[in-house]
């Protein structure tokens, strides 16, 4: 696991660990009281886990997880705090939207080029976020994109990919 975050102090601790590696799993754990406990667990429990519409902490973008995040850990420390552990498949993790709702921003990656005209907004990855009047990408021209988190480890590859094709296409300095 890679990135480390651990704001706050006392009772109210966190630590969220995130993979490096879309295979493995991020974990958040902190203190918290046994009613909200009871509650994380009760919304975990289900066939599709929970999930996490806007997780913000120092040092760290506000990520977003649209699923299966589930209750892994339950510590009862003996003065009467208890430690949690949720962790998430890391390949559903991406950049928390700004909208009030929350969630993940998701954008995808058209299989086929997109054009000057196309007024879609694009990402380094290659992805784009459709609008409804494009005519590339909208509701009637009903293009095929591969989905993905936007942030996320799915999307850093890709840009990385990207990044290093350019590079090795333009000619030495």
């Not at 694009?122 to 990408?137: D, F, K, L, M």
Request: hydrophobic share 40%.
């Amino acid at each position: 696991m890679a990135a480390k975050a651990r704001p706050g102090s006392g009772s109210t601790a966190r630590c969220l660990l995130l993979a490096n590696d879309a295979q493995d799993e991020d974990q958040l754990t902190g203190w918290t009281t046994e009613d909200d406990a009871d509650t994380l667990a009760k919304l975990t429990a289900g066939e599709f886990g929970a999930s996490l519409r806007r997780l913000t902490v120092p040092g760290a973008a506000p990520l977003a997880v649209p699923g299966e995040v589930r209750l892994i850990d339950l510590f009862r420390n003996g003065s009467g705090g208890l430690k949690v552990t949720l962790a998430w498949p890391a390949a559903l993790r991406g950049a928390a939207s700004d909208s009030q709702a929350g969630g993940v921003v998701r954008h995808g990656l058209a299989y086929a080029g997109s054009g000057e005209a196309c007024p879609c907004k694009r990402h380094a990855c290659g992805g784009v976020v459709p609008v409804s009047w494009c005519a590339e990408h909208g509701a009637s021209a009903e293009p095929v994109l591969e989905w993905h988190p936007g942030g996320g480890i799915r999307c850093a590859h890709l840009a990385r990919s990207r990044s290093a094709a350019a590079a090795s296409a333009s000619p030495g300095v």
